[in-house]
């Protein structure tokens, strides 16, 4: 009974109008919510590569820095008590730039294999999501609701951008494949998640699976941009598809500000100083 006491206490806040339940911190599941993923996953991989080649700040350095400033922007998503579309996708391209880093500091910086980094990334994946259902049994992001969770979920991202950045080199190792081909592969597989969603497959498993399968298809999306044209790619650049996608990213969150389609919080009859809190 106590148990079951504070997990509704944890669910609500408390207002001069009255309990309120919990806003949720994370954006709802929508077309546009998969489009900017894909997006960010692309900046993360052609940003990344524009700051440590094209600008020669190397990859430990790079690192150092997009971590520097993705902390930062962390204390900030903290901080909010529901879901703000810019400081949310903010941090999102901030962790796929992290994420594509460490997978390439381990492959080109260290040596490291891409299967031993595949696998190693996979079981820590497994590990975070046992330790996040044992505490909070569940795994749905319906419920980004206490910081414990919030926790839990960006963790859970970080490391989905480095395995998704590990399984997709490996993948190209291992097939040889050139940028336009490479994107059929993970395209296909997000088609086949969707396609079992369908028809009765979790709803959190197959968010998941869609959630890592797009790191690869918007990484190999960068790479057929960004590539010259004698290699297979459009000869964009790496600067220029960043700028691309970078541009379309705020765009759309203008959009989602502006009209909050993608908000996930029930309605709430209190004060407009309230709400603001």
Known sequence: MNNEASQIAEQTYSSPAGPRPALN???????????????????????????????????????LLFSAVLAAVMVAQF??????????????????????????ELTDGQQVPLWISTTVFAVLLSAVFAVWYARERTLSIHSITTPSREGFYWLTVLVTFALGTAVGDWTLELTGWGPGSSVLLPAGLIAAVVAAWKLGAGPVLSFWLAYILTRPLGANLGDLLASPRNEGGLGVGTFGTSAVFLTAIVLVVAYLTRTRKDQTEPAYRGSAADVAR
């Open 79 to 104: 901080r909010q008590r529901r879901y703000v579309p810019g400081v949310y996708w903010l941090a999102v391209v901030l962790i796929s730039v992290v994420g594509t880093l460490l997978t390439d």
């Open 25 to 63: 911190r994370v954006p709802e599941v929508t077309m546009f919510f998969w489009v900017i993923k894909v997006l960010c996953t692309t900046v993360g991989e052609s940003f990344a590569d524009y700051v440590n080649t094209s600008l020669g700040f190397g990859l430990t350095k790079t690192a």
